[in-house]
């Protein structure tokens, strides 16, 4: 990221991108760490705190990796994005029914984007990414109720 603040790294991959990468890589070490320690269970606050920023990352970045003629997406993504960002404090039932629709608008994205009948640049990989967070942030927020 400092390389390409500085304009040295020249990169498709913007300094966001990068920034979600190391956020989910340092969070999934301190999880290391607590389970080394025996501490398994997860806080609520930290939960929704953490996922919610990644959730309205991922919208960001789905919005910006659609082909621009694919309007309609772009702008449920930038909905999407905006409402993420609303809820970082939000109660776990508000967080939960975003979630639930944004896990069948990331299923919808991901076969679009598989079958190519969704046209971008999100490689399939990342769209599975995104998916399995999304998922994984569903079920920590079971076990935080
Ligand atoms: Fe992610």
Known sequence: MKAQDAGQLKSLAYPTFFEHVALEGDRFARRLEGFSSGKVELDRSEVINFWTR??????????????PKERALVETAMKTGKAWRKLDDGSKKKVEGTLEGFIAFKKTAQAGVESGKIDSIIHPILADHVLREAL????????VS
């Open 54 to 67: 990644i959730m309205g990352e991922h919208a960001d970045f789905i919005a910006h990796m659609l082909d």
């Open 136 to 143: 994984k942030f569903s079920d920590e927020l079971k076990r």
